[in-house]
């Protein structure tokens, strides 16, 4: 692998922050909203359905400029990353591979992030792309960003519906990330262990994969997408958004 490309939420970041602020601007327990979040998980739905189940007919977005416009938006610091970030995102540049940051987010969250000063090349946000996974559109601009051929980039998340399998129908290299609650509940799931190229517990194995050819080879974006939406077809989940 020449480049390899990661997610951001519960890839690079953990939710807790994010979740837990929700349930004290809506005025319940943490607990509770993160039941919530964990039942849509479970159901292939989008994590934020535990919003509109608390306060149906919620609109999330314009509930999130509200919240900006009361001094309660986004926050993001140092103790909001995974552990193993700096180590794997270090190792990875030292050894001379492109790191690249792109996952969905605000403009602000670009901006946090890069704040933070991560050992990467390239953080860039959705919102700063103007499209959002699944959208092809958003691996399109990964390819670009990558710098390397997509049988060289290696496009690594939590997320099956919005990461994993986007990522493969574009004809990237794919790793799936047991973490968060995405990551851990479909981990084992028939269809993500077919498309993903590595299966991995922490950022910190991304190291060893470079140079690897994986489990297979780098699928043609053609059949690869087809086979994609046979699986979303057939199994009528994994179709939620972060």
Do not use: N
Not at 28 to 52: F, I, K, M, W
Not at 57 to 82: K, N
């Amino acid at each position: 692998m020449e480049t390899i490309v990661l997610d951001i939420g519960e890839t690079l970041v953990r939710d807790d922050r994010h979740w837990a602020s929700w349930a004290d601007w809506l005025g319940v327990p943490p607990h509770t909203l993160g039941a919530l979040v964990g039942a849509a998980v479970a159901q292939g739905r989008e994590a934020t359905d535990a919003l509109r189940i608390l306060r149906p007919g919620m609109d999330v977005e314009e509930a999130c400029r509200a919240r900006a416009a009361a001094g309660r938006g986004e926050h993001l610091d140092e103790s909001d990353l995974y552990q193993d970030v700096r180590p794997a995102l270090g190792e990875l540049r030292a050894a001379g591979v492109r790191v690249v940051v792109a996952g969905d987010g605000t403009a602000r969250a670009g901006e946090l992030l890069r704040a933070l000063d991560l050992p990467a090349d390239l953080v860039v946000t959705s919102d700063e792309w103007g499209v959002r996974k699944p959208d092809p559109e958003f691996f399109a601009r990964v390819a670009e960003a990558s710098g390397a051929a997509p049988e060289a980039t290696l496009y690594v998340g939590d997320h099956p519906a919005d990461d994993l399998f986007p990522a493969a129908a574009a004809g990237l290299r794919t790793a799936h990330l047991r973490r968060g609650p995405y990551g851990h509940w479909w981990a084992d799931h028939p269809d993500v262990v077919e498309t993903a190229d590595f299966r991995i517990d922490a950022l910190t194995e991304l190291v060893g994969l470079v140079g690897s050819d994986g489990a297979s080879s780098a699928p043609d974006p053609a059949s690869a997408s087809a086979s994609v939406g046979a699986k979303v077809v057939r199994r009528g989940a994994l179709r939620s958004v972060r």
